[in-house]
């Protein structure tokens, strides 16, 4: 590790690529931050647009300007990080981490529970949302429940429980998220980005349809072909209608990384 951390060498290790992992990966990038992602080989994504995962099969995904790539090799993120790019490995376990011996890891798996990162992992490590207790197994824990304390620092206890119950946009909360009806692979017949009325088929999943409950535009939805089990989270309809907040990072995962941010500088900004 080095002796000397200044803020322009520092390497963060970002667990998870969804939609809030790539919030953060994205904030931090552009404060100049040296950032790499790792994710599972098959991830359960469905804002896709936003998401950095969709590296693992397109190879490269840019958002809002800022382009990951994914690296078959921790040796190669170096080169990555020279050329201006957000490298991406799939490696659940983290053990890249033994190579690229980064000062801050971020757990943004959003599992609801800690499923292996903890204080010694790294000189600063931050947990996003319920499942983590800062000061005890890991440093600080970001809230990641929409309201007042969103993107809150916390430095001793743990972020809300969790709901359960998705957070509500323009007054739709559960009946904005679409689930799949049975176990299956999972077959779209609508893109991200279209505009979906109620009860309207969005995928399908082996013989059984997907409906939307709601009217709006489709947000986010899984990648065709993935194995999907019954009432797991498959897409998202976004009531408000608005074409461009399908390919924009929410207001949310904003906050959450502006938390992260501000833990990260609060350690090393002395």
């Not at 119950?165 to 980005?193: M, N, S, T």
Request: with cysteine; hydrophobic share 40%; proline share 5%.
């Amino acid at each position: 590790m080095d002796t000397k951390i200044t803020l322009i060498n520092l390497r963060v290790m970002i667990r998870g690529a969804g939609e809030m992992a790539s919030g953060v990966a994205h904030r931090l990038f552009r404060s100049h931050l040296k950032v790499v992602m790792t994710e599972i080989s098959q991830p359960l994504c469905v804002r896709r647009e936003v998401s950095f995962c969709e590296a693992i099969f397109q190879k490269e995904k840019a958002v809002e300007g800022v382009t990951a790539r994914y690296l078959s090799s921790p040796q190669e993120v170096q080169s990555a990080w020279e050329a201006g790019i957000i490298p991406l490995l799939i490696d659940p376990e983290g053990v890249s981490r033994e190579t690229i011996k980064p000062h801050v890891i971020v757990d943004a798996i959003l599992a609801k529970k800690n499923t292996g990162t903890y204080k010694g992992d790294a000189p600063l490590v931050i947990g996003l949302g319920p499942g983590f207790w800062a000061g005890r197994d890991i440093d600080v824990v970001i809230e990641t429940n929409r309201g007042h304390d969103l993107g809150r620092v916390i430095i001793d206890g743990p972020a809300q429980p969790d709901t359960g119950v998705p957070g509500e946009i323009a007054g739709v909360g559960a009946q904005r998220v679409l689930r799949a009806p049975r176990d299956g692979r999972f077959r779209p017949v609508k893109q991200i980005g279209a505009m979906v009325e109620e009860g309207e088929t969005v995928a399908w999943v082996e013989d059984q349809p997907l409906t939307t409950a709601i009217s709006g535009v489709l947000r986010g939805l899984l990648r065709e072909g993935i194995t999907v089990h019954k009432g797991e989270k498959a897409g998202d309809v976004d009531p408000r209608g608005k074409h461009e907040n399908c390919f924009t990072i929410s207001d949310k995962a904003r906050a959450i990384g502006g938390g992260v941010l501000e833990a990260i500088l609060a350690r090393f900004n002395l």
